[in-house]
């Protein structure tokens, strides 16, 4: 390994170890955040900001069935949205 190598290693065992579960924990709420966001305004909640939200709709809609389980609801009520 070279010491450039050695040298991003020891960056990330000082820097980034320490915070890695808190940094996981701030983008999961942020996620959580935006798929609550974006289906909200599938269900008729006006969204404010459309235009940028609307090519994620076909990502998220795979990631919706884990965050409503996350969330505590295991089957979703609305028929077509989900399961």
């Keep these: 390994m070279s010491a450039l ?3 991003g290693e020891l ?4 820097f ?7 940094l996981q924990r701030e983008a999961r ?3 959580d955040a935006l798929v609550a966001l974006l289906f909200l305004e599938a269900m008729g909640v ?3 900001d459309p235009y ?4 994620l709709y076909p990502e998220l809609v795979e990631s ?7 969330q505590g ?3 979703w009520p609305e028929a077509g949205v989900c399961c």
């Design 5 to 7: 190598g050695r040298l």
């Design 46 to 48: 006006p969204n404010p």
């Design 64 to 70: 919706f069935h884990d965050w409503h389980v996350r």
């Design 29 to 31: 709420s942020r996620q």
């Design 73 to 75: 609801v295991e089957q």
């Design 16 to 22: 980034i170890s320490p915070w890695r579960a808190g």
């Design 52 to 55: 940028l939200s609307a090519e």
């Design 11 to 14: 960056h990330r065992e000082l």
